[in-house]
Nanobody
Framework: DVQLQASGGGLVQAGASLRLSCAASGFTFDDYTVGWFRQAPGREREGVSCISSVDGSTYYVDSVKGRFTISSANAKNTVYLQMNSLKPEDTAVYYC??????????????????????WGKGTLVTVSS
């Protein structure tokens, strides 16, 4: 049974840091792209960051470049999203998802993100000003 478990969200003040974790069970991340997506109330879901387990290539949405870092610990079957210098506009429910063999850059596309193979339950990140 394929499962993804996202964790690490919370309530923080602007400028603080959080680290989200996405742990997989029932499969390994080999040959998968793992991504973090977020959805704020009243807004469309957007791809935040994705990483390929094959070559380590990554994607970041422009609004988080230089602040967020995605990394993978394949031995632990876990992908992390280190979020620094958080802003109120980062407030959203964050989800992790996987798709086999996808170019991480396609995480920018709502169409392709809808094709992800599996999604975890979200973790809420709230950044106060």
């Amino acid at each position: 049974d394929v499962q993804l478990q996202a964790s690490g969200g919370g309530l923080v003040q602007a400028g603080a840091s959080l680290r989200l974790s996405c742990a997989a069970s029932g499969f390994t991340f080999d040959d998968y792209t793992v991504g973090w997506f977020r959805q704020a109330p009243g807004r469309e879901r957007e791809g935040v960051s994705c990483i390929s387990s094959v070559d380590g290539s990554t994607y970041y949405v422009d609004s988080v470049k230089g602040r967020f870092t995605i990394s993978s610990a394949n031995a632990k079957n876990t992908v992390y999203l280190q979020m620094n210098s958080l802003k109120p506009e980062d407030t959203a429910v964050y989800y992790c998802a996987v798709r086999r063999g996808m170019n991480p850059k396609l995480c920018s596309s709502l169409y392709y993100s809808n094709l992800m193979d599996s999604w975890g339950k979200g973790t809420l990140v709230t950044v106060s000003s």
